[in-house]
């Protein structure tokens, strides 16, 4: 089963179309996912900064776009901490229980060795 996680569930010519039109200095349409419906919410119009900073799961899978950042910091977060963020916030904003995120957790494992943890390098 493909998780949020694999590749295959990303917008990456998306990513690099609107990171380069931010570079030129142009206004973006930024989807914004929708963790409770599994939806995309009304676009997000995301002015042209100064500094653009890219967060997220996949900041750096994609070359095209690491092509056009000027430089890059990876925060490696210990999994305690990140395990104790994924609880607050899904128990919290999400309605999840432990259990479920537990094995969701484990369930994403895989991807998250083969395609998130190699970022950090």
């Known amino acids: 089963a493909v998780t949020a996680l694999a590749p295959e569930a990303q917008h990456f010519d998306l990513m690099y179309e609107q990171v380069k039109a931010l570079k030129e200095g142009k206004a973006v349409q930024k989807p914004i996912y929708n963790h409770v419906t599994g939806l995309l919410d009304p676009p997000e119009e995301i002015q042209a900064p100064k500094i653009l900073i890219i967060e997220g799961l996949h900041p750096f899978y994609d070359d095209r776009v690491n092509d056009l950042v000027d430089f890059r910091i990876y925060l490696d ?6 395990f104790a963020w994924k609880i607050q916030r ?3 904003e999400r309605g999840h229980s432990l259990e479920s995120i537990k094995a969701s957790i ?12 190699p970022q950090k390098k």
Request: charge should be negative; proline fraction near 5%; aromatic fraction near 10%.
């Open 77 to 82: 977060i210990s999994d305690e901490i990140k």
């Open 90 to 92: 899904d128990m919290a």
């Open 106 to 117: 484990e369930a994403r494992k895989p991807d998250f060795d083969a395609y998130i943890d």
